[in-house]
């Protein structure tokens, strides 16, 4: 999986380290590689229908349906080997599912050839995971940039927004130290403005705080906030905290394959697809 996120990064990229750009670059949203209809749309709108996922004889997501709108915040709780992951896994473009559909922006991204999809999902899905896989020979600035040398180089204004980002979540003065440096916490609010870089319209993370202390878990839940109110994306977060998840407008319970969606507007189970209202 993580491979498949960074796929080309092998080479030694060319970064441009301490060179902060003195003015304020264009957004780059939509602009990395080849431009497709999916990638253009700065607004995504989230519609999952009647999706399953089987692994062998192991069914383990049956007809879920729901759909969000661009600053929908969404949290996933279920127990352990309830399909969890496997649901962000699906919506990331990461798996394909066994039946059903995932559309954003209206468009099946599984229909997109492999590079396609992998330039798309570069560009449109952030992931954060329990473990925040920063590359170690790297610093803190090379890996938050990292996304935006996949495919075609850095866009121009790459490095402004990975000073930005770097800010959002308070490590600026860490920028040029290597993660092992760093606390866990710290690793994983890289891990978050890495996820961000390439402004993507949904921030998938799974278990973010999993692997934290309460009081680490909650600066993390509080810069993911912070960061979801400023970019206005889709964010869904798989947590076993339920205080956490209460703070979601959205919450998804996921149990023996189907799931439940809590919102503002009511609860509905999976057979009926509804639209979050933000
Ligand atoms: N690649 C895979 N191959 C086979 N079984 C899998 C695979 N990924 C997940 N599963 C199975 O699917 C079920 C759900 O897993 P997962 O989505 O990781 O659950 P959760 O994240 O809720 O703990 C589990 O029974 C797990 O063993
Ligand atoms: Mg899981």
Known sequence: MILRMFVGTHKKPDFAVGKYPAKRGESHRGKIGAETELTKNSTPLLKVSNLSKDFGKIQVLRNISFAFRAGASVAITGPSGSGKSTLLHLIG?????????????NTDPFTLT???LARYRNAVIGFVFQEHHLLPQYSVLENVLIPTLVFKGKPPDAT?????????????HRRSHRPAELSGGERQRVAIARALINRPGILLCDEPTGNLDNTTAETIAN?????HKAEQNILIVVTHNLAFASLFQNHLKLADGTCTVETDIGTTNSSS?????N
């Open 93 to 105: 473009t990461l798996e394909k599912p066994s039946g059903g559909r995932v559309e954003i922006n």
């Open 114 to 116: 492999e590079p396609e």
């Open 160 to 172: 402004q927004r990975a000073y930005e980002l770097l800010q959002q979540v308070g490590l600026t």
């Open 223 to 227: 810069v993911l906030f912070e960061l």
């Open 273 to 277: 697809a509804f639209l979050a209202e």
